[in-house]
């Protein structure tokens, strides 16, 4: 019996292999996205991630498995401007204006927004004039971005799209994607800054050495990491005694302030306050994506800017 949800998918990876040389960089991956779903795609190095969107987008052939994004194959689903992308790889001409590169990339799909509308969704109109290498790395993201939605795409890839931006530049960014996604359109976007994934995504997907380890809500992936976070302001305590307390898996000192991740956080709080009766500003938290980002990935390093 056919599952209906894969026969309708945005975007459907079955069975995906792809090796280089000895490196096995993704190992057997299932996902299934459905329209209108935006899904984060989290790892650490060499998890993975950027080979699959590669993959997903017909940049790169899988040695083993089957792509296909509504329906089709990735090279068909892009000629037909159903898929936009934004990624790392891949320059753009130092030469041409911000809007001369939208007007190129318009000119390839059959369907297309106005290059005036895509830069202003993308906030690049009040620089469009510019040559792209003389602007600053968040202004060349926003470039990437009016670029990727010059075709009007209803799945949009992003890769890291949030690098090199300031504080002020990704709320903007993220702020033009939720307008983006309110007509129902997929999003699959892999950052390394996590708080994103936690607020933006509907769903997310954490990948480890190739294979997928973890896929549900944020809340349905932190509910996998069993335990609380205790943070406390501890004058004169050594971090090697709060790593010891009972119930404490981890801890890390700060100045004063202490966050101790633990396992049991009733038994903690009341070794701490036992051995720091001066302890203050304590609060108790629930897991983050973060938390269990590197529960999960523990052997792995926590930086995920991503080389396979």
Known sequence: MSDPVAAGAAVRLKGLHKTFGDVHAVRGVDLTVAPGEVLALLGPNAAG???TMDMLLGLTTPDQGEITLFGRTPRRATAEGLVGAMLQSG???DELTAREIVQVMAAQYPRSLKVDDA???AGVDTYARARYGGLSGGQKQRVRFAAALVCDPDLLVLDEPTVAMDVGARAGFWAAMREYTTGGRTVVFATHYLAEAQDFADRVVL???GRV???GSVAEICAKVDGRTIGAVVPGTPADELRALPGVASAVLRGDRAELHCADSDTAL???LARAPAAHDISVT?????????ALTADEPVNT???V
Request: charged letters at 35%.
């Open 49 to 51: 991630k950027t080979t």
């Open 91 to 93: 320059g753009l001409l």
């Open 119 to 121: 830069l202003g969704r």
């Open 207 to 209: 990948m480890r050495r």
């Open 286 to 294: 629930a897991m983050s994506l973060e938390d269990a980002f590197i």
């Open 213 to 215: 380890i973890a896929d």
């Open 305 to 307: 800017e991503e080389g």
């Open 270 to 272: 009341r070794a701490l």
